[in-house]
Structure formats: C-alpha cells, structure tokens
C-alpha cells in the first residue's frame, strides 16, 4: 500500500496552471508572517546561528520554551527527553509511526480528516482504516464505530483536534473516551492540535495532552505553520513520554537529520513574541468565517453546512437538487480524470467542474474519506476578496448549471 500524492496539492498543481484562478482550496493562511519572528531570523542569521546543524531534537533554547509555555497550560514533558522540534507536523506523524508499526499494522482515522494522515500511515507501511464520525452531531466521535475497528492489528489512532476539514472541536468527553480506549486495547494516540489557536465563538480548548495519566499512550503534535503564518518554514514538534521519544528520534534522524535551523529561531521567536499577532490573526479568521457562511446562505439550494468552530475551513455538503444535476454531468471533464477515484466521485466531478470552468480551486470531499464524498472543503484563511470571488464565481457557475 504506497503512498499517494494528497489530492489538495494535486488540485493546487493543476490550478498552478490556470490563469486568474481563486483558490479556496490549500489551508495557507493569507497572513504574513510577523515580523518580530523574521526579525530572529535575520538576528541569527548575521550571527552565525543558523550556518550548521543543530541537535537532532532541535535547539535547547527552542524546547525549553516549548516545556515551559505547555507547563502553563498543565501539559508537562522534559524538554532535553521528550520534545523534539520537527520539519512540519506531517514529518511529526511519519517518525512516530515508523517508530511504533511493524509492516501490515493498522491505525485507525477519523473519517473525515486530513488527507495527508493516511499517506503517512503508507509511508510507515502501516494500513489506514477510516472510522466515520457522526455528521448529525457536528462530526462528532462516533466511539462506537471506533471500537469496531480494534482488533489484533489495531496499533493506533490518528487525528486532528480542531478537525480538519470539518472546523469540530473535539470535547473532553470525547477525548477521554478515546483514550480509555486505547488503555484497554494497547493503542497508541496521537493527536495533531495545528488548529487549536483558532477556536471561535469563546469556546473553550481542551488538550489531550492534560491527560497526563495517559502520558505513556500520547504522541502530542503541534505545528507553528498555522497559528503563525509560518507554512513555509516548516517546524513543528512533537512531545511524548522519553522511551518513545528515544525510538522517534531515530527516524526524525534518518528523515531530516534536524528541522531546518532558522526555522527553530523563528519559532522560538513565534513562542517569545507573536502572542498577539495570533490573537489579531484569530480574530481576522472569524471575521472571513462569518463572509463565507453568509455567502453560503445564498447558495442554500445547492450546498447545507455546520457553521464551524475553530480552525479555518467549512465543509458544505451537496442538497440533492445538486446531486441530481451532477449525476446528470457526470464525467463531462472525463479527459482530465486521472483516476477511478475521481471518475466514481461527485466532489471530484465538481472540484474540476469549479476549476477549469468557474477558475475556483476547492478541495474534493472524498479526499479526506468516504463519509468526505458529497461535500467540498473550502478555506476561509484566504482574503475577505478571494473569499467573496471565489463564492461569487461559484454561484454563477451552480445558478447556469441548473438553467
């Protein structure tokens, strides 16, 4: 079972090559990075800090930072044994699972989630399986379904809290549950929070990580990418119990040797400084979530949707006025499919639809799992006026469709 490329970076390529389009599609946010975080950077560059490797778990001053900002939050690992800096979250999850699975072992993933998680599973030569959660209940766990998954080969459980594509925060109840799960059946969990900056509304966040009595269990993961608009500097981290961590380590060596070193001053500078450009960033988010839902009010006869509350994506799914007519054009842009995937698939059929006649690029639904089909993610990190004319290109293309 190999490793595919992730169907978001395959609509990106294709719309690379498309004049004028829109994309709603990759989650990038549209905010710079700040600038007391490049100002770190260019510091530690003119004084030599970034010329060479660092330690293979990254810099000192890097983890401690990191120790000491989750010690604030009642999460506590040993920043000289249990924290290692990573070249992005994904290289986070690939280690750990090269760590942990022996050929053919299974790890179980929401479905929907993060497209990327089950090629990562591959990449270890693990074998993803998806365990649906519950639509009705806002994309909710659906434990039942989780447990029907374990058997023999089960050897972890794999998500995203906030949930990428839908926006759902995960509660306590629900994170406890899991958990109990795996300390019955001898799982690990591994838990990716890029999102959990980003929650709307004045809710509250709850980590996994305060669980500390299944310290043992949690792989915890974090990526600065998001919540500082650093994408394109790669870094992340990843904390667990010190045994593991050892293994881990192994395999973040052998992929990455260390995360790229300038990267690790900026996201010590990005712990330091950049509170409020988080808080600015978050409040500019719910600001263009509240522009997308209006703007998927007036295309209620094509799409219905949750109202997300946290991260920056919406996940519309199609009302059957719209599954009608895109049964009726099925395959119309069958020389541009490139797999059984996507010709058997709604949302792609109206992911390419969207690209090469509306010049929007959006996210299939099936791309994140079966219970994904029948939806398009879109990504509300983009500006209020690539929002607004993506949206708008979207609604004239729907409204000719169907006259």
């Not at 709307?200 to 269990?217: A, L």
């Not at 090469?356 to 939806?375: I, L, N, S, T, W």
Request: glycine letters at 6%; proline letters at 4%.
């Amino acid at each position: 079972m190999l490793p595919r490329l992730s169907p978001i970076k395959e609509i990106e390529l294709r719309a690379s090559k498309i004049e004028d389009v829109v994309s709603l599609a990759q989650g990038i946010p549209s905010f710079r990075t700040p600038r007391c975080i490049k100002r770190k950077i260019i510091e530690a560059m003119e004084e030599g800090k970034t010329d060479y490797y660092s330690l293979c778990p990254g810099l000192l001053e890097l983890r401690e930072a990191i120790e000491y900002n989750l010690s604030k939050e009642d999460i506590f690992y040993d920043f000289e044994k249990e924290i290692i800096i990573t070249a992005g979250s994904i290289e986070a999850i690939t280690a750990s699972f090269m760590a942990i699975l022996e050929p053919g072992d299974e790890v179980i993933i929401p479905d929907p989630t993060y497209a990327s998680f089950q090629e990562a599973v591959k990449a270890a030569k693990g074998r993803p399986v998806f365990a649906p959660l519950d639509e009705k209940r806002n994309w909710a766990f659906n434990i039942g379904e989780i447990k029907n998954k374990i058997n023999e080969k089960t050897k972890a459980f794999l998500f995203c809290n906030p949930n990428n594509p839908t926006g759902t925060t995960y509660t306590q109840e629900q994170l406890m549950e899991i958990l109990e799960l795996a300390q019955r059946y001898d799982l690990y969990v591994l838990a990716d929070e890029v999102y959990r900056d980003f929650i709307f509304d004045g809710k509250e966040f709850f980590s996994i990580g305060k669980f500390g009595n299944f310290r043992d269990r949690i792989i915890f993961i974090f990526s600065f990418s998001k919540a500082y608009s650093m994408t394109g500097w790669r870094v992340a981290y990843l904390a667990t119990e010190q045994k593991l961590a050892k293994r881990i380590l192994a395999f973040h060596d052998a992929l990455v040797t260390c995360a790229p070193v300038a990267s690790q001053w900026g996201a010590l500078a990005a712990l330091e400084m950049a509170e409020r450009d988080k808080i600015q960033f978050r409040q500019k988010l719910a600001q263009r979530r509240k522009v997308i839902c209006q703007e998927l009010n007036n295309l209620k006869d094509f799409f219905f949707y949750s109202i997300p509350n946290s991260a920056y994506y919406v996940f519309p799914g199609f009302t059957p006025k719209l599954t009608n007519y895109l049964e009726k054009f099925k395959n119309k842009n069958s020389h541009i499919i490139t797999s059984e995937e996507q010709k058997n698939s709604l949302s792609w059929n109206l992911a390419l639809e969207l690209l090469y006649q509306a010049g929007v690029a959006v996210v299939p639904g099936e791309a994140f799992g079966q219970k994904g089909e029948g939806h398009i993610r879109l990504c509300f990190g983009r500006t209020e006026q690539d929002i607004r004319k993506g949206m708008k290109r979207i609604g004239e293309y729907l409204e000719g469709l169907v006259n």
